[in-house]
C-alpha cells in the first residue's frame, strides 16, 4: 500500500522502516499516518544508500547511458519523473519531529563490495527508475546489451561498489 495509507491499517506498530523509499511519499501525510500507528514506544528508521544513478565510477556511469537509452533521459519514478528541484526537499529530520517523533540517532555507514552483472541487474529491478514492469518486452534485449556494456570496461563482470548507506532513527515522543 502506499506509505501515506499506513493509517488505515490497525493496531499499534513498534517499528515502521522506510528503505530508500520516503522520499518518493507526501512526507509530511506519510510520517503523520505512520506516527498515529506507532504505539506508546514505537520508532521509525529511515534507511537509504546511494543510487547507481549518482555513481561517479565508469561502470555506474555506463549503466546510466544504458537505462537513459532504454527509457529516456530523465530518471524514472514509476509514471513520473525524479524531481531534483531544491523546491520540494523536505529535511526528514524535521518532518519526524513535525509528526510528533524525537530523532535519537542519525548516521552513515560506509561499505565497499564487489559486485557483478546479475547482481547489478537485480539492484537495478528493485529501483523505480530501471524495474522490470518499465522495460516490459525489452527485459531481453536490455540486459544483452547492458552485459555487453559492463564487459567492454572490465571483461572479468566484477565491478568495486561504495554505495554507503545513512540512517535515522526515531522514536515516539511521550
Same mark, same amino acid.
Given at each position: 500500500?502506499?506509505? &501515506?495509507q !499506513? $493509517?488505515?491499517?490497525s ?18 501525510? /506519510? ?7 506507532? +504505539?506508546?514506544? +514505537? +520508532? !521509525? ?15 555506474? @556511469? ?10 529516456? #533521459? =530523465? ?5 513520473? /519523473?525524479f524531481?531534483?528541484? %531544491? =523546491?520540494?526537499?523536505?529535511?526528514? &529530520? =524535521? ?6 517523533? /524525537?530523532?535519537?540517532?542519525? $548516521? ?18 528493485? %529501483?523505480?527508475?530501471?524495474?522490470? @514492469?518499465?522495460? $516490459?518486452?525489452? !527485459?531481453? &534485449?536490455? &540486459?544483452? #546489451?547492458? /552485459? @555487453? #556494456?559492463?564487459?567492454?570496461? =572490465?571483461s572479468? $563482470? ?17
Amino acid at each position: 500500500m502506499p506509505g &501515506e495509507q !499506513i $493509517g488505515s491499517l490497525s493496531g499499534d506498530f513498534k517499528l515502521v522502516t522506510y528503505g530508500s523509499s520516503l522520499h518518493w511519499m507526501n512526507i509530511p501525510v /506519510t510520517l503523520n499516518a505512520a506516527s498515529n500507528s506507532l +504505539g506508546s514506544h +514505537g +520508532g !521509525i528508521a529511515v534507511l537509504g544508500m546511494r543510487s547507481v544513478w549518482g555513481g561517479e565510477s565508469e561502470w555506474e @556511469q555506463k549503466i546510466v547511458s544504458v537505462v537513459q537509452k532504454w527509457l529516456g #533521459e =530523465d530518471r524514472r519514478a514509476g509514471s513520473s /519523473t525524479f524531481d531534483t528541484s %531544491t =523546491d520540494n526537499k523536505i529535511r526528514f &529530520e =524535521d518532518a519526524l519531529a513535525d509528526a510528533g517523533l /524525537t530523532v535519537f540517532d542519525i $548516521g552513515n555507514v560506509d561499505a565497499e563490495c564487489s559486485v557483478d552483472v546479475p547482481f547489478i541487474l537485480g539492484h537495478l529491478y528493485t %529501483t523505480s527508475y530501471c524495474n522490470r @514492469q518499465l522495460l $516490459g518486452d525489452n !527485459i531481453s &534485449e536490455f &540486459e544483452r #546489451e547492458l /552485459t @555487453q #556494456e559492463l564487459e567492454k570496461l =572490465d571483461s572479468s $563482470g566484477t565491478y568495486r561498489w561504495s554505495p554507503g548507506a545513512s540512517y535515522i532513527f526515531a522514536r515516539k515522543s511521550v
